[in-house]
């Protein structure tokens, strides 16, 4: 397998490997998530991470009610793992209070306590919040990167037009704008591609998508699977079944194309990533062996034709993963 390669994250100053290793799966587990995995899996997972190089993680405060967050920040404490050697990223609006001031700045501090360290790498606004005013979101955001808590910022799952609006709101008051997006983008799921990544590209700013791997179906050629997670994972199922007739297509083709390049299928689903322009994708393992699937990814180089014939069968999806809002919220102040 070749070595881990690495890039900088948009204007943030930080420098990840290709690959992202997704803390979601991490945790005891919970009625919406109770696929998770224990500590002693979780220490495994990372431990085979970072020797093959990878060297950024991503979590939550709410992933698996903040216990995902003590996973990974014991484990790297317990293996050793140097704090400046890994970038650790992880997010804020699943809480009381959303993005609201008292809120950023009460969870901040949970979660440097979960990871046992006094800096995050990359804060990323978990989704747009709409009961709270930008301006107060972005201040107060911009306090802990000058107060040395945060280095960077990120935003996930949100419309284009919020996203822009944001970026507009913290250049124009000279606070810190996000340097990342992470909102989902895989084979199956496309739309971000019409407005989402040329604003972000706009801004100058990095591609850390998550669902990577559609929830474990890009990895086998098999839509169902005999996984905890296949069979209890709802959320996914609500996600991705209504597309399954056209999206096993797309499947199939990843199936074909990993076995005439001698890899498994998670690899070709990344390495179409990269093809795309995609700075470093997150992928969830919930075991140590995933992980050596995924960095095969660095083996394949996809051609011109690889990638259209991976792309063809793809139609147009509902959205996903952005907090649906109703037409009153867009009109203006006494409209009709």
């Given at each position: 397998?070749a070595?881990?390669?690495y ?16 803390g979601?799966?991490?945790?005891v587990?919970?009625?919406?998530r ?11 997972v ?6 093959a ?27 050793g ?5 890994t ?6 609006f699943?809480?009381?209070?959303g993005l609201s001031?008292a809120?950023?700045?009460?969870e901040?501090e949970?979660?440097?306590?979960r990871?046992r360290?006094?800096?995050l790498?990359?804060?990323v606004?978990?989704?747009f919040?709409a009961?709270?005013p ?8 911009d306090?802990?990167?000058r ?12 419309y284009?037009?919020?996203?822009h ?19 989902q ?6 739309e971000d591609?019409?407005?989402?990544i040329p604003?972000?590209r706009q801004f100058g ?6 669902s990577s791997?559609?929830a ?12 905890r ?11 991705f079944d ?20 001698g890899v ?5 689903a ?7 322009g995609?700075?470093?994708?997150i992928?969830?393992c ?8 995924v ?6 180089e996809?051609?011109?034709e690889e990638?259209?014939y991976?792309?063809?069968?793809y139609v ?8 649906p ?6 009109l ?5």
């Amino acid at each position: 397998m070749a070595d881990m390669r690495y890039v900088r994250l948009g204007g943030s100053g930080l420098t990840v490997s290709l690959i992202c290793l997704g803390g979601m799966g991490f945790g005891v587990p919970t009625a919406p998530r109770p696929w998770t995995v224990g500590y002693d899996e979780t220490r495994a997972v990372i431990a085979a991470a970072t020797d093959a190089g990878v060297n950024f993680i991503d979590t939550a405060n709410c992933y698996a009610d903040g216990t995902s967050e003590e996973f990974i920040g014991r484990a790297l404490r317990e293996l050793g793992i140097p704090r400046d050697r890994t970038v650790l990223a992880s997010k804020v609006f699943y809480n009381e209070g959303g993005l609201s001031r008292a809120a950023i700045m009460r969870e901040i501090e949970g979660t440097l306590r979960r990871l046992r360290t006094d800096y995050l790498d990359l804060y990323v606004i978990h989704r747009f919040d709409a009961a709270t005013p930008v301006e107060e979101t972005l201040e107060a955001l911009d306090e802990l990167v000058r107060a040395g808590k945060v280095r960077a910022l990120g935003a996930s799952a949100m419309y284009a037009y919020q996203l822009h609006t944001m970026q507009d709101v913290a250049l124009a008051n000279g606070w810190t704008p996000f340097s990342t997006m992470q909102s989902q983008y895989n084979l199956l799921y496309r739309e971000d591609e019409h407005e989402m990544i040329p604003v972000c590209r706009q801004f100058g700013m990095a591609l850390t998508p998550y669902s990577s791997l559609a929830a474990g179906r890009l990895t086998r050629p098999t839509w169902d699977a005999p996984t905890r997670r296949s069979e209890t994972d709802e959320i996914s199922k609500k996600k991705f079944d209504p597309m399954r007739e056209q999206d096993e297509k797309v499947v199939a083709r990843v199936a074909e194309l990993a076995e005439g390049h001698g890899v498994p299928m998670a690899a070709v689903a990344v390495a179409w990533l990269w093809s795309r322009g995609v700075e470093s994708p997150i992928v969830g393992c919930s075991r140590p062996e995933l992980v050596g699937d995924v960095a095969r990814a660095l083996d394949v180089e996809l051609t011109e034709e690889e990638r259209i014939y991976l792309e063809e069968p793809y139609v147009p999806h509902p959205l996903v993963g952005v907090r649906p809002h109703t037409l009153d919220e867009l009109l203006p102040r006494g409209a009709e």
